[in-house]
């Protein structure tokens, strides 16, 4: 299904777009809430009481409802045009000092170029500040329903203009180092993405199992050895027997997914600069790997046991 939706906002700040293939419904949600900018949805007074703060909630109950069900979410407008520049400014920091972590997922032959890196925030400052200040983890911590929200890391998405590499489809999940459902996935564009080129999910795929990892280009099974997971469907051979989701976004807006949906993107004419974070939930532990995970922390496992939350200076408690 694709969840391309218009873009204006009903009065109630929802709308629900119509799928154009498998009949679902998408749901997006418009953060037109003033009150999301503070830190009180509102107070209670009852008459010679004193005034009661309501807790904040930073996300519609629907968009909440919809991420536990299809494992992806799209939350318009959720970032102001300051923190959608100060990540841009902390971009533009990290491609001209990449960190040891920084990769080419395209080919040489490409006519653009995807580049991505990770695990930044220590060292770039703008995205620390957006981390620490932008309402991000509060809207993780809603989708998660989780009490607290740990970050697990940063990740920076680069589709130069003209890149022809797509991302294939994957699972996050089985990349990494941790273990549990209570996590969440934000990506969001500082570019205009249009439908073409916009980050895709498989709706409902991350209620099923683990699928094999691979290598992007060369489909190298380097994580679990072969034959210990079952293999991905063939997604784009065959697109419309799956529930595919995906929106049109502009700067502000961000997807939410769950890190074992299914993903992927195609490439882009554009320039395409994307932002992620990935945030750990109450249930999230550490699963040391006998291979090198994606992205490494190298040394974690002398640091950290197996089974227990990733309390450790790298994954601060944000919420
Ligand atoms: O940006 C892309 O093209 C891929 C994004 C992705 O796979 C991810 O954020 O996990």
Request: charged share 25%; with cysteine.
């Amino acid at each position: 299904m694709d969840g391309a939706s218009p873009r204006h906002a009903m009065e109630s700040g929802i709308h629900t777009a119509a799928s154009t293939r498998a009949g679902n419904l998408a749901t997006a949600i418009h953060m037109t809430d003033p009150a999301y900018a503070g830190n009180l949805a509102g107070t209670v007074h009852s008459p010679g009481h004193r005034r009661y703060p309501l807790p904040m909630s930073y996300v519609d109950p629907q968009a909440v409802a919809d991420y536990a069900r299809d494992g992806a979410v799209v939350i318009r407008g959720c970032f102001t045009p300051e923190q959608v520049e100060l990540l841009r400014e902390g971009v533009a920091r990290n491609l001209a000092e990449p960190g040891p972590l920084v990769a080419v997922a395209s080919e040489s032959s490409d006519t653009g170029r995807f580049v991505e890196d990770f695990c930044n925030w220590q060292r770039i400052p703008e995205y620390e500040e957006f981390i620490r200040t932008s309402p991000a983890a509060h809207i993780a911590r809603e989708l998660m329903a989780s009490e607290h929200v740990r970050l697990y890391h940063d990740h920076l998405l680069v589709k130069e203009a003209k890149t022809q590499q797509r991302t294939p489809w994957h699972q996050d999940q089985p990349y990494y180092n941790v273990e549990g459902r209570q996590n969440v996935s934000m990506w969001m564009p500082l570019d205009p993405v249009p439908r073409e080129s916009t980050l895709e999910f498989v709706a409902g795929s991350h209620l099923g199992p683990w699928l094999m990892p691979r290598t992007f280009r060369d489909e190298q099974a380097k994580w679990f050895p072969e034959g210990t997971l079952g293999e991905l469907p063939k997604i784009e051979e065959d697109r419309d027997a799956f529930p595919i989701l995906g929106w049109e976004l502009e700067p502000g807006d961000a997807v939410w997914f769950h890190m074992l949906t299914l993903h992927g993107a195609a490439g882009s004419k554009s320039l395409r600069r994307a932002f992620s974070l990935r945030f750990l939930g109450d249930d999230m532990v550490h699963a040391p790997r006998a291979w090198r995970t994606s992205p490494e922390f190298a040394g974690l496992v002398d640091e950290l046991p197996a089974g227990v939350p990733m309390d450790h200076p790298l994954f601060p408690v944000l919420v």
